[in-house]
Each structure stands twice: as C-alpha cells, then as structure tokens.
Nanobody, 127 residues
C-alpha cells in the first residue's frame, strides 16, 4: 500500500485543519491506520488511530476532544480533523498503516505496530 498525507499548512492558534491520508493499493477499512506527529526537537509521538474492525478510534490524551480521526471507505481515505490548534500542535504529521495485523500484540499507539508510512505533512500553528 502507498499512503499520501496532505492538508497541512499554517494556521492561527485556535484554528482548524483537516489532514487527509489517501491510500493506494489496499482498502483502508481492512487495516488499522494511525496518525503520528514529530514536533521540533522531539521524538515521534502517537496522535490517533482508527481500527479496521468496527472503525473504533483511540486518541492521545493531548488531543482528546480537539482532534477526530475518521475514515471514508468510498474515497479510501483517513482524515484527521484538528480543532482548537495551539502551538504545541506544530509538527510534521504522518499517517501509517498496520498491514501485518500487529494490533493483536502491539497497541496502536506504538509506531512499531505500523509497517507502511506516508511522507508527512507540516502543520504550523502561529500564536
């Protein structure tokens, strides 16, 4: 599968952005997709995930109530709606796919659970 992340940009604090992760070669509903981010000078961290079965989601505490992950099977795309952005959200955002079924033995919050990654899209929040 190939993943293409886009939708990043420059936004003022308090604003919103919607990131998209378009998938090519495999139907998005058949695997778990995660969003991660890497802030300047920090390690990559988990943001949100959506599971293949049932479409249930899980969010990091830092984004709960502000970010929403969703999936459009017809467009084969996973979205990350980001509201109430602040400067702590400035980062490169990556989407990732777990095609090995690693979710049986690794939590979706672990980057090791994913074996395909998109190229990243920059989100910059100005205060």
């Amino acid at each position: 599968v190939q993943l293409q992340a886009f939708g990043g940009g420059l936004v003022q604090a308090g604003g919103s952005l919607r990131l998209s992760c378009a998938a090519f070669g495999r139907t998005v509903s058949t695997y778990t997709t995660g969003w991660f981010r890497q802030r300047p000078g920090k390690e990559r961290e988990f943001v949100s995930s959506i599971y293949s079965s049932g479409g249930s989601t899980y969010d990091a505490d830092s984004v709960k109530g502000r970010f929403t992950i969703s999936r459009d099977n017809a467009k084969n795309t996973v979205y990350l709606q980001m509201n109430g952005l602040n400067d702590e959200d400035t980062a490169v955002y990556y989407c990732a796919a777990d095609l090995r079924g690693s979710g049986f033995y690794l939590p979706s919050t672990e980057s090791r659970a994913y074996n395909y990654w998109g190229q990243g899209t920059q989100v910059t929040v100005s205060s």
